[in-house]
């Protein structure tokens, strides 16, 4: 390893432009930063001054690829995107109310991987690998364990059970990142959803046009067409990583007639001001991904230091509300922990809510019972 940036400056005759290998999916992937020395050595910096890490490293692994490191800025160590990649050692602080699995996932699965909480649509996770550990990720307890899918018989008993589940009208196929398990699997495994009468559309959840956009192939869109309706959401969090490269993958996916949708998480020092929010929600507009949902990060171990305060994203969004056309503005959501749902976060909710207190209260006052 690596010459990460300058495989992208110096073409592979020598010349200017980006290498053939840069370009390789399957190289960024087996030259990803993978231990603190390797971390050290594109950071510069000597092994001995990561020596605060090694605990977090432990307990959550590093990865990233060549191609997002090139985009961080490597002298600023509050940088957005180095803080999305980069272990921090607030990973092993934990407060009261953190939980391994705030969404209470792993109580939800009637077979090994596969989330079934609303009637009409589950959740397979076909692989726990990523492209990249994103530092905030709400299934960071999925790195290290034994993993879900990638085998044909563990998404076979996926495949099965919504076969004979029929109020399921919708899969949505996540992980882990699921463009990561081989792509013949994947065509099979939706493929297989495909033929079931009552699945009538499949979505994907991969944040792969932001971390490994290389992936997003001629040849894997083709495949992915044969499965449409099939929708795509992705997940950028800052201006910055909508990139040429991330621009093109998702034009690749766009002209297969597969929508691109963008779900962001609200994060402490990555998004949480309303210019660079205006920055990534236009960018995005730009590349005609629509941002969909942007997530109160949720309450997950080792991610405590990225929640920002719901009363400022709140504050922030109606900022944005007010100057931005609405096909920019996405929904802002917390994802109830325990898996009870969704709700929109909204000053104006807020108000109802509490004009909704006040009056249960004033009929308390009042001995209005309802009994
Ligand atoms: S790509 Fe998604 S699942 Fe994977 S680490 Fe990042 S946020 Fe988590």
């Known amino acids: 390893m690596l010459r990460m940036r300058e495989d992208r ?17 399957q190289w960024q992937l087996t030259n990803r930063v993978q231990s603190l020395a390797q971390l ?34 490597a002298a600023a160590p509050d940088d957005p995107l180095r803080r999305q990649c980069v272990p921090d050692p607030r990973e092993l602080e934990c407060s009261g109310g953190d939980l391994a699995d705030p ?10 991987g596969l ?68 792509e013949d699997l994947l065509d099979w495994f939706l493929g297989e959803l495909r033929a079931i ?7 994907i959840g991969s944040r792969i046009p932001v971390t490994l956009p290389m992936r997003v192939t001629p040849q894997l869109c083709a495949m992915l067409k044969r499965h449409r309706p099939l929708w795509f959401n992705t997940q950028f969090n800052h201006g910055r990583e909508v990139t040429p490269e991330a621009a093109a993958a998702c034009e690749m996916l766009l002209t297969a007639g597969i929508p691109v949708s963008n779900q962001s998480v609200l994060l402490q020092g ?34 405590g230091h990225f929640r920002a305060d719901p009363a400022h994203g709140m504050e922030m969004m109606e900022r944005l509300r007010r100057t931005l056309s609405g096909l920019c503005l996405p929904r802002y959501v917390l994802d109830c922990p325990g898996g009870r749902g969704k709700i929109p976060l909204q000053r104006l909710s807020l108000r109802a809510e509490r004009g909704a207190a006040r009056r249960e209260k004033q009929c308390f006052d009042n001995g209005d019972r309802m009994d």
């Open 9 to 25: 400056e110096i073409g592979a005759g020598g010349g200017s432009g980006v290498s053939a290998r840069w370009q390789d999916w």
């Open 197 to 203: 009468p009552h699945v009538e559309v499949l979505r």
């Open 40 to 73: 050290a050595a594109v950071t510069g910096l000597p092994v001995r001054s990561l020596a605060p890490l090694r605990p977090v490293a432990g307990v959550y692994p590093v990865a990233i690829t060549p191609y997002y490191w090139s985009l961080v800025d």
């Open 103 to 112: 969404l209470g996932e792993e109580e939800a699965m009637p077979v090994p």
């Open 115 to 182: 989330i079934h909480r609303y009637p009409d649509r589950c959740l397979a996770i076909v692989t726990s690998e990523c492209a990249v550990h994103c530092r905030h990720c709400n299934r960071k307890r999925l790195w290290r364990g034994p993993g879900y899918g990638r085998t044909r018989e563990r998404l076979r008993a996926m495949v099965d059970y919504v076969s004979r589940t029929p109020a399921v009208r919708e899969v949505i196929v996540s992980g882990g990142d699921p463009l990561l398990i081989a």
């Open 270 to 303: 990555v998004n949480d001001d309303a210019e660079t929010m205006r920055d990534l929600l236009t960018a995005l507009e730009r590349i005609s991904v629509r941002p969909y949902y942007l997530f109160q990060c949720e309450p997950v171990r080792g991610a």
